[in-house]
Structure formats: structure tokens, C-alpha cells
């Protein structure tokens, strides 16, 4: 499997599949299940969609307008920071997701970074749009056996986020990044 993440310090895998798919829903389900085993995980929602995330008339906004390249909007809960997209994505990924263990990319899905495919067996082309040296499991009910892919994909059925969870774990070394992160 071809993969660009040599040159990350931190693992990112794709997660795609078609629309309604259930990608955020397994995002969510691997969130928890690598949190439950003390991994820190950042995210990416990539948006196909041109709109605007910070609104004109907020205070952020107007910073942005007024030619600030970069805005942190701070909350007592939460922190929203607003810049322009990147020419890289693969280095403003490494600068903002340094001190997590992995990150979690829902969409994205032409990028050349490891993905796990979300194939509900209607939509079994899907496939056929991604470079699939770059996939590295595939969640269907589908027979592995009709998938036409490399020998060392993973295939799991829909729902095997334990699975899931350790396949990544072992793949990626995630305890032993871990650790020399603390060290």
C-alpha cells in the first residue's frame, strides 16, 4: 500500500465511502473505541461544498476581513481557529495535529494517505474511483472474494470497530509512537 504518511509525525487515515455511507457515524465509533484504549485522535471533515465557516457580521469575521492571515476564536468551552485553506494540506496537518497519536479524515478521499473504504454492497463501483493501493480496509458485507482488491486489505463487515480499532493500532504501531511522544 502506497501511503504519503512518511512524512507526517503523526498516522492519517482516510475515512470515505459514498454519501450516506455511515462515515461519521464509524468516525464517532473509532473515536471512542481508540480514546477507551488512551490514544489521542484528531479529526478532519473535509467539505466538498464551497461555504463560508465563519460568518460575515461576527467579530472573527471582521478580523479575517480587516487582513488577519490567521483567527482564534476562544470560548470558556470550545476554540475555533480560521484561516485560509492551505496550499499543503499535508503540512498544515502536521502542524496543528503534532501531539495527537492519530487523525481521522473524513473525506479527502484522492489523497494518496491509507483509507478505510465503507462499501455498502449497493454501491459496490465506488471502489473504482480511489486508487486502491492506497486502501487498507474496506468495511462491507460484500465477500471479500468479489472485491477484486490487493491481498493485504482488511475486510471486516460493518460494525467491527474492536476490529477495526486494533487493526489500526497494530498498523500503524500506535502504542509505540505513543510512547515515544511521552519520552
Keep these: 500500500m502506497t501511503t504519503r504518511n512518511n512524512t507526517l509525525s503523526v ?3 482516510v475515512v470515505c465511502g459514498p454519501k ?3 462515515k461519521t457515524t464509524l468516525v464517532e465509533q473509532l473515536l471512542a473505541a481508540l480514546r477507551a484504549r488512551g ?8 467539505s466538498a461544498h464551497k461555504h463560508l465557516v465563519d460568518k460575515p ?3 472573527s469575521y471582521r478580523h479575517r476581513r480587516a487582513g488577519a ?3 482564534l476564536f ?5 476554540a475555533a481557529f480560521f484561516t485560509d485553506a492551505p496550499d499543503s494540506v499535508e503540512s498544515f496537518l502536521a502542524s496543528l495535529f503534532a501531539g495527537v497519536d ?4 473524513e473525506g479527502l478521499s484522492q489523497e494518496p494517505w491509507p483509507k478505510i473504504v465503507l462499501l455498502p454492497k449497493e454501491q459496490a463501483d465506488y471502489l473504482l474511483e480511489l486508487n486502491r493501493k492506497t486502501v487498507m480496509a474496506v468495511l462491507t458485507e460484500l465477500p471479500a472474494n468479489k472485491l477484486a482488491l490487493p491481498e493485504e486489505v482488511t475486510v471486516l463487515r460493518p460494525g467491527e470497530v474492536t476490529r477495526l480499532a486494533s487493526f489500526l493500532e497494530q498498523h500503524f504501531g500506535l502504542a509505540t509512537l505513543r510512547n515515544r511522544r511521552k519520552h
Excluded: Q
Design 11 to 13: 498516522p492519517v487515515v
Design 20 to 22: 450516506k455511507s455511515g
Design 39 to 46: 490514544y489521542t485522535v484528531g479529526t478532519v471533515k473535509h
Design 57 to 59: 457580521g461576527t467579530d
Design 69 to 71: 492571515s490567521a483567527t
Design 74 to 78: 476562544l470560548t470558556p468551552e470550545e
Design 102 to 105: 492519530l487523525v481521522l479524515v
